[in-house]
């Protein structure tokens, strides 16, 4: 094996290790209260498995407020081979972030021919402690699997730069199409493709700047659609400009450029929440970020000629930002680790080519170089390890949390929940107070805190925070069928079947909400309300989705029979109910339906009380 072969296996060999050294500690984690459960545990379609429905639903529906159906289907994938083995899944994200890692070493290699500047370049990128949330964190899935795209776009644009072909311009497209079904913000891929014709392709001599954007046209149509969809997908999550007017977001878009160089950095108290700063931030943070950045643009335009990797990786940083920066608000932080996930990558190519290129007449170079890599890449690794332990679980993200940003009402949140389910609603309703009281536009505590207040029986204070739950979150389906359930139980059953329909006007596949209906539409007092074709039709929905071959689901389909006066049916599907709740020892149904038995084979429908 030559030399050169050698230190490639090698240094593949070594960038694996060094993941797999801070993040494979991940196998024995858990899920989280912070988005897992919409994006996995909690979502039918997701635990499902790979079905060809749910790939349907994936290509065809919001999930999460995104919409990046390959995402989607990883999961299902990962539900399909694993099930709810939380471990397994964070072994998913490491393996693509390890891919992610490889193919940037690759890439940078073939493109620069600079073996250790890109070796290290990857490293830093692999084991920096603003990594871990992607890595770390099942449902920042999209991050790792949108940067494996990413780069293999990257690595087919050097190809067709070394060999410009429709077909391979065509296999561009395709992986950045892919990419964009993974996580919109690859929407600003075609200028770093332009960025890297300045360098290091160097082709804006020999082609001219409006012939090289002429040929990613098709690119920039595949980025419009993506922005599109994506802006669909998230207008309900978008903060409005009354809430977050222009100049805060603005203010805080400057600010956080600079806070993530800081971070870059200083990696130090690295939160999964950060609070927005709204109107808080002073002037002369705001100044002083207009002042660096400009600065430092300056600087790197002026510098161009001589050192071009400068003007790229800087561009590629600030461009690359742009759709997560905070002008279109999405969510309620002020900036978020994983935003830095590709950015960051045009700083770490910046600083590492300017001290490959500042070192380049030191004969002892390498004797210096080497050590101070090692102990660079010692020192994150160390960092990141212990970041990644916060992960855990939920108990130990949101304890750490609040160690740090004590006042973080998404933290508050996240621990209360914990109380809800462990059955501490006193405790959980003192935590959804203090962090209503810090913020309250915080959709989930209003929901937690109904949950909660509902468990002890208050349930006209639990359907104002649901319906409070439901004006700052209107996408929280949760929310509305629990708003729906309350309401029928206090005789306000109109309004009941309306959020329940608006339900399934988002999710016609929800089953909650169609076995509610179905069962109001059969067994009401009010005959105004009855329904009978209706409810068969809405019962026969509820048990087609997962986890509709219940006794609760098909007790409700029997007596949509008997209401459409089908009792040969409805005893059938009595029957059916019976077996199910024989199965699983619950002999009060059990009693219930013998009784709904009888009552239909004199045929006689049910009603409720």
């Known amino acids: 094996m030559s030399n050169r072969m050698t230190r490639l296996v090698a240094i593949y060999f070594g960038l694996t290790g060094l993941v797999a050294v801070v993040f494979f500690q991940t196998a024995h984690f858990n899920f989280v209260n912070y988005d897992d459960g919409s994006y996995v545990f909690e979502n039918a379609k997701i635990r499902a498995g790979l079905t060809w429905r749910g790939i349907a639903w994936a290509f065809t529906h919001v999930h999460s407020q995104n919409w990046h159906p390959l995402t989607s289907i990883s999961h299902m994938i990962d539900c399909q081979l ?112 332009l960025l890297l014709d300045y360098w290091p392709f160097d082709r804006f001599k020999k082609q001219g700047l409006w012939k090289l954007i002429l040929e990613k046209v098709p690119l920039i149509i595949l980025s419009v659609g993506s922005c599109a969809a994506t802006l669909i997908a998230q207008q309900v999550a978008i903060g409005s400009t009354q809430s977050l007017p222009p100049a805060w977001r603005i203010n805080n878009a400057l600010v956080s450029y600079v806070n993530y160089l800081r971070q870059m950095f200083w990696p130090v108290d690295l939160v999964p929440f950060y609070i927005h700063p709204e109107w808080q931030l002073a002037a002369w943070e705001i100044i002083g970020a207009i002042i660096l950045i400009a600065g430092i643009t300056a600087a790197v335009f002026l510098l161009r000629r001589k050192v071009p990797f400068l003007l790229v990786g800087w561009l590629w940083y600030l461009v690359m930002l742009l759709p997560v920066i905070g002008i279109v608000q999405v969510g309620l932080q002020g900036r978020a680790d994983r935003y830095t996930y ?22 002892a170079r390498a004797i210096v170089l080497m050590p101070a890599s090692l102990a660079l890449l010692g020192t994150l690794s160390f960092l990141s390890y212990r970041q990644a332990t916060h992960w855990h679980d939920t108990e130990s993200l949101w304890s750490y949390t609040l160690s740090v940003s004590p006042e973080n009402d998404v933290a508050l949140t996240g621990l209360a929940m914990i109380e809800v389910a462990r059955g501490q609603t006193e405790d959980a309703i003192t935590q959804f107070r203090h ?92 005959a105004t ?20 071959d219940n006794p609760l689901v098909y007790r409700t389909l029997a007596a949509a029979y008997a209401e459409n006066g089908q009792f040969a049916d409805a005893i059938s599907a009595a029957e059916h109910a019976k077996q199910l709740a024989q199965a699983t020892g619950n002999s009060e149904l059990v009693g219930e339906l013998d009784r709904c038995i009888e009552l239909f084979r004199q045929q006689r429908t049910l009603r409720a009380p």
């Open 529 to 548: 309300l009855r329904d009978g074709a209706k409810a068969v039709a809405y019962a026969k929905r509820a048990t087609n989705v997962q986890g509709g």
């Open 435 to 526: 962090a209503l009281a810090l913020r309250d536009g915080n959709g989930a505590a209003h929901y937690g805190l109904a949950l909660a207040l509902s468990r002890q029986r208050k349930i006209d204070e639990a359907i104002e925070h649901w319906q409070k739950s439901l004006e700052i979150q209107p996408d929280n389906m949760n929310a509305r069928n629990y708003l729906g359930a309350a309401l029928a139980g206090i005789g306000r059953t109109r309004e009941a079947i309306e959020q329940w329909q608006q339900t399934l006007a988002f999710d016609p596949d929800d089953g909650n909400a169609a076995n509610n209906l179905g069962w109001i539409l059969a067994t009401s007092p009010d």
């Open 342 to 363: 590709l950015p960051q990558i045009g700083i770490i190519i910046a600083v590492v080519w300017a001290i490959r290129d500042l070192t380049s007449f030191w004969r």
């Open 82 to 193: 694993f099930g709810l083995n939380a471990g397994q899944h964070h072994l998913v994200n490491v393996g693509l972030h390890t891919v992610m890692a490889l193919l940037l070493f690759t890439f940078l290699w073939h493109s620069t021919n600079a073996i250790w500047a890109s070796a290290i370049g990857a490293a830093i990128f692999a084991i920096h402690p603003l990594r871990v949330e992607s890595a770390a964190w099942i449902s920042e899935r999209k991050d790792v699997l949108s940067g494996v795209f990413f780069m293999l776009t990257l690595l087919a644009y050097a190809r067709y730069v070394r060999g410009p072909a429709l077909k391979r311009m065509a296999v561009v497209a395709a992986c950045f199409a892919f990419g964009l079904m993974s996580k919109a913000m690859l929407v600003t891929t075609p200028i770093v493709l």
